[in-house]
């Protein structure tokens, strides 16, 4: 399974644009990257799935590079009620791939 | 229904206890997983079922033990736990669990367990 870096904490304030980037250098060619969003005390919520190049729905965008060693997720316009950790995770090319959830970012979004 | 259900919301008990937590989900999904989750850690996977058949064990020790009686539902059984063990206990929901995390999980909202 590939490993992921992701910044350990973000802040940003209220109406700007959030990214946040995740690495995974040994990313495996059938792998996708997903990302999960978690508030206190809840479980975490799928927020997005990519495999190459941009992928959008109604809640945000994900941008992969060609050499799929990167990700950013793009938050447009946060708010207050975006503040959560944000877990990026790389895998699914087999049944025996090992689910793990990186450290993921925490982000504070201010007023 | 995309929902996962997770009972009880709260529990305590003592290390002699035993207890079980229960999940439960709608979505015709043939995979579940319980995830076990530490204050400001990542979930940590413990378990996942395929099918209604043990598929993945991540070395969990044999004071928790899985049961998945049908497909829409999952047990954990608590059997002399450690203070340790306190933790918050996630039940998931996938398709079939042949995709690993490429497969979207539907998480429930935990079970917040303290162990005295």
């Known amino acids: 399974l590939a490993k992921t870096t992701q910044p350990i904490s973000m802040d940003s304030y209220e109406g700007q644009e959030v990214n946040i980037t995740c690495s995974h250098n040994?990313?495996?060619?059938?792998?996708?990257i997903t990302w999960y969003q978690q508030f206190p005390s809840q479980g975490p919520r799928f927020i997005i799935q990519?495999?190459?190049t941009k992928v959008t729905n109604e809640v945000a965008s994900l941008f992969i590079p060609a050499d799929r060693k990167s990700s950013t997720l793009s938050l447009p316009r946060v708010s207050l009620s975006d503040t959560a950790v944000y877990y990026c995770l790389v895998g699914g090319g087999n049944r025996d791939d090992k689910i793990i959830f990186g450290k993921g970012t925490r982000l504070h979004i201010l007023p | 229904d995309t929902e996962v259900t997770q009972t009880p919301k709260h529990l305590v008990m003592g290390m002699t206890n035993k207890k079980s937590l229960k999940c439960e989900q709608h979505?015709?999904?043939?995979?579940m997983y319980w995830y076990k989750q530490k204050a400001k850690k990542p979930p940590e996977l413990m378990f996942v079922?395929?099918?209604?058949?043990?598929?993945i064990n991540e070395s969990v020790p044999s004071r928790f033990s899985p049961e998945c009686p049908n497909s829409s539902l999952l047990n954990l059984h608590l059997h002399a736990l450690q203070p340790e063990d306190s933790a918050l206990y996630l039940c998931?929901?996938?398709?079939?669990?042949?995709?690993?995390?490429?497969?979207?999980?539907?998480f429930g909202p935990g079970t917040r367990l303290l162990v005295l």
């Open positions: 990519g495999y190459k």
């Open positions: 040994n990313i495996a060619t059938n792998d996708y």
């Open positions: 079922y395929s099918y209604e058949k043990l598929s």
């Open positions: 979505m015709g999904h043939r995979a």
């Open positions: 998931a929901s996938s398709q079939d669990g042949t995709s690993g995390s490429g497969e979207t999980q539907y």
